[in-house]
């Protein structure tokens, strides 16, 4: 029987509200500063089919194939062999995971004896093993990145909380304590997600609320599809590179043909590069979560909830063995790159048919930068992540400083830094003026942050891009600037490569510079009143 629409109203918003609660409780209860300053993590309700229903609204690459990777585990152990204590656990790329410092965590959720669904949460560990703390951008193979987990079933009552799975995870990570602690606030996140799906069971009953969340998927499949009719039917190509691959100067070339036919999208990346030896591949999921997420963000409106539902309008191939979607063992921790160039080539192509509705190229790279340093038989570990400027769009100036869009994290606090490690100091943290593309509406600016090193032996490691191509602007626009790493020692100073790892010394410093975004229309045509704010703000200086 059809749940009248007052019930599913309140039912839905009930379980979103789940979902994001579930976000708050897996950032408040966390260890690390990635994950508990960065926010670098997410949160799902799925359905019994494994079907994601409602997400928190934190990192879109994450929570784009989560889906997929539950769907991976529950292909390995069926619903009907699933008992309230056990979870599953994966971080395995070729299994529809991401990288392999994003665990997965999936607990079902009982109501009774009759399972309804699956909590699922993932986080980005600090550190989880591999050839170098943190990262390691020499990886050649992905055994080198760090401590792979399959698909796999375990009970948590006597495999965690200090039970065998626990101890192999602590015994081959270099900071257990924050990577445990991180991972025991991905249970606790699990658990909000059963506690209030039980609640929504005993007002309203186990069928309602199932069959509310299976209206929720169809829902938004409906709504994504009547927006992708607003586009004429017809073929578009993009295409944007990546630098490098982090051994020679070649480019990377991604490349994309977006068919629009009625409701449905397809999207091919036949004529991307192939694979590479270093660790800027993108598992599949990766893919699809990156082109679907640019896909939904430039047709839809935000009040659609980003579920399974997107998925079923939008078909996504890519050669086997291109960078899009490799072979095992293709080392992947840096995939990000390859999932941002999709992301602007998508936009490029769909420009010409949606101008008021695509932005310009931002700097849209992931920069990642570690600090660790060991101390005798324990480590200190500092990560974080780095966006830049967003484009221009038709509507506004871009965002200055923030996270790309794929990621979303935040920039860690410098005094949650300076209460955390005594080995580095952040000496300088500032909007760099000049930095974005001029146009009717300009780029995002980028930003900078300066460190000095305190103690000798320490090792500084990055992986980033747009340091030889800088975000394009649209319509007009010009480009934003490219982004670059500097270390001055004994008082000189000298570029680093994007994709490097260094040994630093008491006195030495290190800046991490992000471009900012490309413009968006004739700079002619820029009111008055922007270029004064501007100047005004010290953020155009010539």
């Known amino acids: 029987m059809p749940v009248n629409p007052f019930d599913n109203a309140i039912i839905s918003q009930s379980v979103l509200a789940a979902a994001r609660e579930m976000g708050v409780k897996l950032i408040r209860s966390a260890y690390s500063t990635i994950l508990r300053e960065a926010s670098d993590g997410s949160a799902a309700i799925s359905n ?107 009970s948590q009552s006597r495999d965690w909380n200090g039970g065998p799975l626990e101890q192999l995870v602590r015994a081959n990570i270099r900071v257990p304590d924050l990577t445990i602690g991180d991972m025991n606030a991905m249970f606790a996140a699990n658990a909000i997600a059963a506690a209030r799906v039980a609640q929504l069971c005993d007002k309203y009953g186990a069928d309602t609320v199932t069959e509310v969340m299976a209206e929720m998927v169809n829902y938004s499949e409906r709504r994504f599809r009547a927006a992708i009719t607003q586009l004429p039917d017809g073929v578009y190509y993009g295409e944007d590179v990546i630098d490098d691959d982090g051994v020679t100067d070649e480019p990377l070339l991604i490349k994309v043909k977006v068919e629009v036919r009625g409701d449905a999208i397809d999207i091919d990346f036949t004529g991307s590069s192939p694979q590479v030896r270093r660790n800027l591949n993108s598992p599949f999921s990766c893919t699809v979560s990156a082109a679907v997420t640019c896909v939904k963000s430039v047709l839809t409106s935000p009040d659609i909830p980003f579920n399974d539902g997107i998925l079923r309008a939008v078909r996504i191939s890519a050669p086997y063995g291109s960078i899009l979607n490799p072979a095992p063992p293709s080392p992947v921790r840096a995939r990000l790159e390859a999932n941002y160039r999709i992301y602007n080539a998508i936009m490029r192509a769909l420009a010409p048919v949606a101008p008021e509705k695509v932005i310009a190229t931002g700097f849209d790279t992931l920069t990642a930068a570690c600090f660790s340093l060991q101390r005798d038989e324990s480590f200190s570990v500092y990560l974080e992540i780095f966006g830049g400027g967003y484009g221009g769009s038709q509507h506004g100036d871009g965002c200055d400083a923030v996270d790309s869009p794929l990621s979303n994290c935040a920039n860690t606090p410098v005094e949650a830094l300076d209460m955390e490690y005594d080995f580095f100091r952040l000496e300088r943290y500032t909007l760099e003026p000049d930095s974005f593309g001029i146009g009717k509406y300009r780029g995002g600016a980028g930003f900078s942050r300066e460190y000095s090193v305190l103690k000798d032996g320490v090792v500084f490691a990055i992986y980033a891009d747009r340091h030889r191509y800088a975000p394009q602007g649209l319509f007009g626009g010009e480009a934003g600037e490219r982004g670059y790493c500097e270390l001055t020692r004994n008082g000189v100073t000298e570029r680093i490569a994007s994709k490097s790892m260094v040994t630093l010394n008491r006195g030495d410093r290190v800046k991490v510079y992000m471009g900012g975004g490309g413009g968006y229309g004739d700079a002619a045509e820029r009111p008055r009143s922007l270029r004064e704010a501007d100047i005004e703000d010290g953020m155009v200086t010539q």
């Not at 997400?55 to 699933?82: D, H």
């Not at 997965?104 to 009982?110: A, H, R």
């Open 48 to 154: 019994l089919q494994g079907d994601i229903v409602a997400q928190a609204e934190l990192i879109p690459i994450q929570l784009g194939p989560i889906g997929i990777t539950l769907k991976q585990c529950l292909a390995r152990f069926p619903v009907e062999t699933i008992t309230p204590d056990d979870f599953m656990i994966t971080n395995d790329p070729y299994s529809g995971g991401q990288h392999l410092p994003d665990v997965y965590i999936f607990c079902p959720i009982f109501y009774g004896e009759r399972l309804i669904g699956f909590s699922a949460s993932v986080a980005h560990q600090i550190d989880f093993g591999g050839g170098a703390p943190g990262l390691d951008p020499g990886a050649t193979d992905i055994y080198q990145e760090g401590l792979r987990l399959p698909p796999t079933k375990w």
